[in-house]
């Protein structure tokens, strides 16, 4: 939901500002652009569509100086065009302004700057921060600081923002409010930035800054306060991630090197939370907040898009091994919803980012309520870890395709270790099952590598399927999730219509529009309810829909009904899921691929949400 960053320190800024935009061009790309400050002089560029039209601009117009911002857009107010690309300028032009969120009372402040003599050049809501500072420079401010501070007075909504003057050449100032931005801090040099992979090539000591805070940075004296003007204490945290985790390392896609990081992640969440001395399962993250959940009876669970699909798989298995009532919820409608719920429940948030908006306003609902929180993670330091009681890092490593898949399985293998540790602690599990559940779970590492290995003939499936406009995606049980997480991927990177259901619910209506021209994608691995999966299958064929199948290695069987079958290892159903997720996943790939998609950078879509 558009990346922002900052520079300033003694190199070229714009080389910086460029790298650094590459690496955030993930939270949209309908636009980019950047403004550098040179001495008094104030350069600015921007481009509509990737930031390759950036680049090219730039090739020939290279930029000067050594204070910089730059932005790459993923639009809400105005279409993508130049003239609504970031950086925003005010009249005079001398102020430069870019931002990421949406300042919900921009047209009445807007109305109000116009009558008093501003002239607005885009449709955005971000360009009013321009002029609301140029206006109070006009009226008394004494510096660019003074006129930040009374901007956000003024400013309602969400925001992270950075500003800087051509007057005031050695004077970045960036602030926060519901959108995520962090504070790098180099040798003589700061960056400001929507996340760290952004500039861990050049540091990785970074401060993850509060709501209503702010940063003015002065050559190399840095300052945070609060929106009062009170300078506050922060802490400095080291980022662990490794640079290459956000390169392509010979891949050609991001998606494809995540699809092939699963079983190395999958292991490292293995070593990280199982004593394979005696196969029980560590986990601290629930041992913080272990007297309410032993009070606990109902679990929520609540998540957005892919994180919603793991969140659906969690609930069962949560349901399986621990008998809690557990219900699981999409952010966007729970934070609406009068929702009941007993004292010291348990409310887990699900999210690979930790800045999606609906989910941290969830969570933040459910806290006032007196449940316990505790959230599932990729992104330390996020928005939404700094709002939980407790926290689990799946630590899947930056994922910089826009379609998740490597964040996904993690959140599920996660999950599971959750729901049988859960199911221990309530004695729902007795030893001897836990340690055959715990071994189970160390050989997934081995089996996703084994689906890996049938890339190629799932390369050839999409090559036969890629021209169909429609396809349905059926599951049962466990596997429903499933197929909803295939379908999504789906749609998300190959623009292909995608639908789908439960399995049984074909005769109550979808099964009207089968034909021909329609594939069904039928993940029937074995399960309590494969004979029925398999029935689903022959009414499908009945109606001349083409089917491929997901199913288990040695069943012969499923070859006579279906058009193609992708085989994947023996498994207990309950842990199908992360085995199903692979060949999905690798069937959108190749899909869109076929198709000419730009894969990781699906149109529309950006991959951090941090509007409603
Ligand atoms: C966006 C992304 C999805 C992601 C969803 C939730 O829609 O494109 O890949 O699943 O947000 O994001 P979260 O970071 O909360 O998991």
Same mark, same amino acid.
């Given at each position: ?46 481009? !509509? ?6 680049? #090219? ?31 925003? /300028? ?6 430069? =302004? ?49 006129? /930040? ?93 490794? !640079?290459?985790? #956000? ?42 907040? $272990? ?36 219900? !699981? ?27 999606? #908006? ?185 109606? $001349? ?16 009904? =279906? ?50």
């Amino acid at each position: 939901m558009c990346g922002i960053i900052g520079y300033i320190g003694k190199r070229n800024v714009s080389r910086i500002i460029i790298e650094s935009l590459e690496r955030l061009e993930y939270r949209g790309y309908d636009s980019a652009g950047l403004a550098t400050l040179d001495g008094n002089d104030l350069y600015l560029c921007r481009e !509509v569509g990737s930031l390759e039209n950036l680049k #090219a601009v730039l090739k020939d117009y290279p930029m000067k100086g050594s204070l910089g911002i730059g932005h790459t857009r993923w639009a809400t107010h105005g279409e993508p065009v130049r003239v609504n690309a970031h950086p925003h /300028v005010d009249c005079s032009e001398s102020i430069a =302004v870019v931002h990421n969120g949406i300042i919900e009372n921009y047209l009445e402040l807007k109305e109000k700057l116009q009558s008093s003599g501003h002239i607005f050049k885009s449709e955005t809501d971000s360009e009013v921060i321009a002029h609301l500072v140029e206006d109070y420079l006009k009226n008394g401010a004494a510096n660019l600081e003074q006129a /930040v501070f009374c901007t956000l007075m003024d400013i309602q909504g969400a925001y992270a923002l950075a500003v800087m003057r051509k007057q005031e050449p050695r004077k970045l100032i960036a602030a926060r409010n519901g959108s995520p931005l962090i504070v790098g801090i180099g040798e003589g040099e700061t960056f400001i930035a929507s996340d760290a992979p952004a500039i861990i090539p050049y540091t990785r000591k970074v401060v993850f800054l509060d709501d209503y805070q702010v940063v003015v940075v002065e050559d190399d004296i840095l300052t945070i306060s609060n929106i009062n003007g009170t300078p506050v204490n922060y802490n400095i945290s080291t980022v662990d991630w490794d !640079v290459n985790a #956000a390169q392509k390392n010979g891949y050609p896609h991001f998606m494809l090197k995540e699809i092939h990081e699963q079983p190395q992640i999958v292991k490292s969440i293995l070593a990280e939370k199982i004593d394979f001395r005696n196969l029980d399962l560590k986990v601290e993250e629930l041992l913080k907040i $272990k007297s309410r959940i032993l009070q606990a009876h109902q679990v929520i669970i609540q998540a957005c898009g892919t994180s919603f699909h793991a969140g659906m798989v969690g609930e069962l298995a949560l349901e399986y091994f621990t008998n809690l009532h557990a219900d !699981v919820e999409i952010s966007s409608e729970f934070r609406y919803k009068h929702f009941i719920a007993e004292p010291g429940s348990l409310i887990i948030s699900i999210t690979q980012s930790g800045e999606t #908006a609906d989910t941290l306003v969830a969570l933040k609902k459910a806290k006032q309520k007196g449940l316990s929180t505790f959230s599932l993670c990729n992104v330390v330091g996020s928005s939404i870890t700094r709002e939980s009681d407790s926290v689990f890092y799946i630590h899947a490593g930056p994922e910089i395709g826009v379609a998740s898949t490597k964040a996904y399985t993690a959140q599920l293998f996660c999950l599971y270790i959750i729901a049988v540790y859960l199911g221990v602690l309530k004695k729902n599990i007795k030893p001897e099952l836990k340690n055959n559940l715990v071994k189970e779970l160390t050989l997934i590492p081995a089996l996703m590598k084994k689906v890996l290995g049938v890339e190629q003939q799932i390369a050839h499936c999409a090559d036969k399927y890629a021209a169909f406009d429609d396809f349905y995606y059926l599951g049962r049980g466990v596997n429903y999730p499933s197929a909803l997480e295939g379908a999504l991927k789906l749609k998300e990177i190959a623009y292909i219509h995608a639908s789908a259901y439960p399995a049984g619910e074909m005769k109550h209506g979808p099964i009207a529009l089968v034909n021909p021209n329609l594939a069904a994608v039928c993940i029937a691995p074995r399960s309590a309810t494969y004979d029925k999966m398999l029935s689903n299958i022959q009414e499908i064929k009945a109606r $001349k829909g083409k089917v491929i199948a997901i199913a288990t290695e040695g069943d012969e069987q499923i070859g006579r009904f =279906v058009d193609d079958v992708i085989y994947i290892p023996d498994i207990q159903e309950i842990f199908s899921p992360l085995l199903v997720a692979l060949p999905l996943q690798l069937l959108a790939y190749y899909i869109a691929v076929k198709r000419g998609c730009n894969v990781d950078k699906p149109k529309n879509l950006a991959k951090s949400v941090t509007v409603e």
